[in-house]
């Protein structure tokens, strides 16, 4: 099998990261596989340099620019739902004759995350699954929806008529295609899109002792994930700037934790007993101390693994509908749902006075990550999505 991802194997600092490196690992107790590096983050040449033990990495493919700029292409993305490089960025024509040569050798080719495909000039692949992570058109619904001013709201609504058609469009350039939920699951059927289609949620690592919370005192709210990402950002830009505020009028020693990448630099907000970390090598133990962690995301799409990661290790959640969307939760059950900034500072005040209801909620939600959410749980999903595609080829 050839894996064709835009994250090094070996390489695991972000939810992507790991859901990629994971499934390869899934890949791997079926056959031999071997990956291609679709270097779109960049920064390749740091991890080309670390010698994978699990993985035969076949090499890996630079990324280049295609900005629509011009006339042309401007008008062929938006009237043309097969024009290449929807993103403004992919590889060369000499790229693409290696890797579909190389392709062409293999029984089945997995493609992580739609994105990746989408770097190549070409429109099908035979013998192929996509793990499409983020459903495109469902992302542009969501900015959409957010969107105050007339010209956003417009610009949005471009983007997002020409990512349905283009995902009306999958079944003819995949043989078979993976999303993380029911719910993208539906959606893409609603869309008309009658390709094989398997769910494979997002998960993480069992830990390997059992959790044990310890909210720190003074009272710790925390959020995990990497700043250079709009959703994440935005986000945690709200919080700050409509929910921070009545928290702190309600625990006026609260302290706001941000961690993950370049949360220590300009991307990140500032303000009152905010801290920001940067990368957290342990954060298991940084978690630990959280009254909650806050998934106060506004636009996005798939499913968040900061939220598996929190049930992995018995940490509240505090979540607006948006940032849960796709587990399969409820307000109360296994986190705390909220959308208005009043509701959501409630809940995160809630979380800290009564520890009690949030240790309950919070073990619901470890009970649901221990059968559907760890990695071994997800394991048989992989191998049955590529077991289809060998199937069907056949």
């Known amino acids: 099998m050839l894996f064709v991802s835009p994250y090094w194997p070996h390489k695991a600092t972000c939810a992507s990261e790991l859901r990629s490196r994971h499934t390869a690992l899934a890949l791997m107790e079926m056959g031999s596989v071997d990956v291609v590096v ?6 390749g040449e740091e991890w080309e340099t670390i010698s994978p033990k699990e993985f035969h990495v076949a090499g890996p493919v630079q990324v280049s620019n295609y900005p629509n700029t011009t006339i042309r292409r401007k008008l062929g993305w938006v009237l043309n739902p097969r024009s290449i490089y929807p993103h403004g960025c992919g590889v060369d024509g000499d790229a693409m004759t290696r890797v579909a040569r190389l392709a062409a050798d293999y029984d089945l080719v997995w493609f992580f995350k739609l994105r990746t495909p989408n770097m190549f000039p070409t429109w099908a692949w035979p013998r192929s699954v996509v793990d499409i992570d983020d459903v495109p058109s469902t992302y542009e619904q969501s900015v959409w929806n957010s969107s105050v001013s007339i010209r956003d709201r417009l610009l949005a609504g471009v983007r997002l008529v020409n990512w349905i058609r283009r995902d009306r469009l999958l079944g003819e350039r995949f043989s078979v295609l993976a999303v993380c939920s029911e719910a993208d699951r539906a959606y893409l059927r609603r869309l008309g899109v009658t390709t094989p289609l398997h769910v494979i949620p997002n998960g993480y690592e069992r830990p390997t002792v059992m959790p044990v919370w310890r909210p720190a005192d003074p009272p710790r709210i925390g959020f995990i994930g990497i700043f250079d990402y709009q959703p994440n950002r935005e986000g945690v830009e709200w919080f700050v700037r409509h929910c921070w505020p009545l928290v702190k009028r309600a625990v006026p020693d609260a302290r706001l934790r941000l961690a993950g990448r370049y949360s220590d630099g300009d ?14 090598a342990d954060s298991t133990s940084e978690l630990l101390t959280w009254s909650a962690m806050i998934v106060p995301v506004q636009i996005g799409a798939g499913t968040r693994g900061k939220i598996a990661q929190a049930f992995s290790l018995k940490c509240p959640v505090v979540s607006t509908p948006l940032g849960a969307h796709g587990y399969g939760v409820a307000n109360g059950r296994e986190l705390f749902l909220a ?21 309950e909620v919070a073990e619901r939600a470890w009970q649901r990550f221990l059968t559907q959410w760890t990695w071994e ?7 049955a999505t590529a077991e289809d595609c060998l199937r069907l080829e056949r």
């Open 377 to 383: 749980a997800i394991k048989p999903r992989v191998w």
């Open 38 to 43: 679709v270097d779109a983050e960049g920064g």
């Open 267 to 280: 991307l990140a907000p500032r303000g009152p007993d905010i801290d920001g970390l940067g990368w957290v």
């Open 339 to 359: 959308q208005s900034p009043e509701d959501f500072a409630a809940a995160c005040v809630r979380v800290i006075r009564r520890k009690e209801e949030a240790r």
